[in-house]
């Protein structure tokens, strides 16, 4: 599987932004697939995961803000973020796992796509 982020930028606070991760490869509907963040200084850190069946998984501090969710049809995993705050400004990385569960820790997941910068000014 590779993947491919996009939809990063320059957003305020408070702003929105949709971040796209598009897959190629076969069995996309068998993965389990979550996005990570990585903020300067910082180690990449867990930020959202969604089972092959819709079920869903959030960091604490994104909860009721960013919402994950997958197109099998269309090989695509979305990140929903609304009331983006500065310290949501990170690289945000999407990435696929084989095993039978959405993971929450990086070394877990098998494929990574190229990450998307997320910038938000206060």
């Known amino acids: 599987v590779q993947l491919q982020a996009s939809g990063g930028g320059l957003v305020q606070a408070g702003g929105s932004l949709r971040l796209s991760c598009a897959a190629s490869?076969?069995?996309?509907?068998?993965?389990?697939l979550g996005w990570f963040r990585q903020a300067p200084g910082k180690e990449r850190e867990f930020v959202a995961a969604i089972s092959w069946l819709g079920t869903t998984y959030y960091t604490d501090s994104v909860k009721g803000r960013f919402t994950i969710s997958r197109d099998n049809a269309k090989n695509m995993v979305y990140l929903q973020m609304n009331s983006l705050k500065p310290e949501d400004t990170a690289v945000y990385y999407c990435?696929?796992?084989?095993?039978?569960?959405?993971?929450?820790?990086?070394?877990?997941?098998?494929?990574w796509g190229q990450g998307t910068q997320v910038t938000v000014s206060s």
């Open positions: 990435a696929a796992t084989r095993l039978r569960y959405p993971s929450r820790i990086e070394n877990e997941y098998d494929y």
């Open positions: 490869g076969r069995a996309f509907s068998n993965y389990n």
